[in-house]
Nanobody, 120 residues
Framework: QVQLVESGGGLVQAGGSLRLSCAAS????????MHWYRQAPGKQRESIAT????????????VKGRFTISRITISRDNAKSTVHLQMNSLKPEDTAVYYC?????????WGPGTQVTVSS
């Protein structure tokens, strides 16, 4: 049974940073692509970052800085079966529940989510 558990959310002021973590169990973590999604109040859940088994990353336009590199960085620690999401320059519009996701043998798995609230 694949289990994902997110941690690291909380309340932060605009411009601040948070590092989210997702611990995985029940799967051979190193071969799975891992994803972070978020769902803001009243909005659909959206994919924001992906990291493949080889470490390639991709980010949604909504979390990229307009003139700078991404405000968000996804990384993975295969030895600890953990994926991280470093978020910098947080904005009130980043307020959402953040979810970790993976697909294993055709089954889609989600963690319970961690709340991120950014105050202005």
């Amino acid at each position: 049974q694949v289990q994902l558990v997110e941690s690291g959310g909380g309340l932060v002021q605009a411009g601040g940073s948070l590092r989210l973590s997702c611990a995985a169990s029940g799967t051979i973590f190193s071969i799975n692509a891992m994803h972070w999604y978020r769902q803001a109040p009243g909005k659909q859940r959206e994919s924001i970052a992906t990291i493949t088994s080889s470490g390639s990353t991709n980010y949604a336009d909504s979390v990229k800085g307009r003139f700078t590199i991404s405000r968000i960085t996804i990384s993975r620690d295969n030895a600890k079966s953990t994926v991280h999401l470093q978020m910098n320059s947080l904005k009130p519009e980043d307020t959402a529940v953040y979810y970790c996701n993976t697909v294993v043998r055709g089954g889609t798995y989600w963690g319970p989510g961690t709340q991120v609230t950014v105050s202005s």
